[in-house]
């Protein structure tokens, strides 16, 4: 049997839309997979009831599948699904590297990030790479067609989840299909001010580098209370705030010492617009590890 752990991740960081991700230190998936004649799934763990152990509808069976690695597989959910911190691409990640070892099938971590991305074809219809990168390689990247760039960072985060659940399928039909070019000027420098303070470990560029006004506005409105929770986190300190992926979970950068009172403040604002929610303190992580 093999066993690996896929962090969470947080997907576009405002400015990088379908392109830019971050491991997060926690929570994640563990999967065991073990060889069989024909892809079978159990699921256990937060949201559980949620995910289709049907191979044809789990991502993990999507990547049995482009793996021709046949498996019984337990997930064991850590990431909950629908939060917008890569729940797919957790499960999806920790099966191509499990299934890579059990097969020996030789792919680098690399190779394996557009396998583990046929994941997020079948569930939200869009082979991104932006959440099963960062969930495989770790740290921040950049995801592009021809290849993704990994930038070792250590940057303090919180992801504040509320107890509502946002389809990535749904929340890719609010985006813009065009933008105006003073809306592709800002996103082009708030994206070179973000992957710049990622390589320096500076919380106030990465915070200024999540600057955008196509993608999170139109999504901001399907997550109650969002206002009040971003205005809260900066006031408490952040440097920065912007919706998790495909929400409804929202990230905000933090300088370090201020991490406890930025959780505080965006769940309370989330309990005061009547919301339940909780926050992990975090920061950008390791990617997936196979564990003993
Ligand atoms: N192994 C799996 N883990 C989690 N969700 C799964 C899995 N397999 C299939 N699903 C389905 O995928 C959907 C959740 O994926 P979705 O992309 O919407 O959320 P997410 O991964 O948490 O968010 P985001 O991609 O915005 O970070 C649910 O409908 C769930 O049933
Ligand atoms: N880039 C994707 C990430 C979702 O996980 C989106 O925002 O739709």
Redesign the pocket.
Known sequence: MVRVRAPATS?NLGSGFDVFGVALDRPADVVSVERAAETTIEVTGVGSQ???EDPD????GAVAQALDAPAHIV?D?GVR?????????A?AAAAAVALNELYDCGYSREDLVPIAAEGEAL??GTAHTD?VAPAILGGFTIARADGVTRVGADVPMVVCLPETAV???DARDLVPESASLDALVETVGSAATLTTGMHRGDPALVGRGMEESIVSPARAKLIDGYDAVETAAREAGATGVTVS??GPGVLAVCRGDDQRDVAGAMVDAFEDSGVEARAYRTRVGRGACRLE
């Open positions: 997907a949620y995910i289709p509808a789990n991502t993990v997930i959910k699904p629908s939060s917008g911190l890569g729940s797919s691409a499960s569930v939200s959440n389809s990535t399928r992926g495909a």
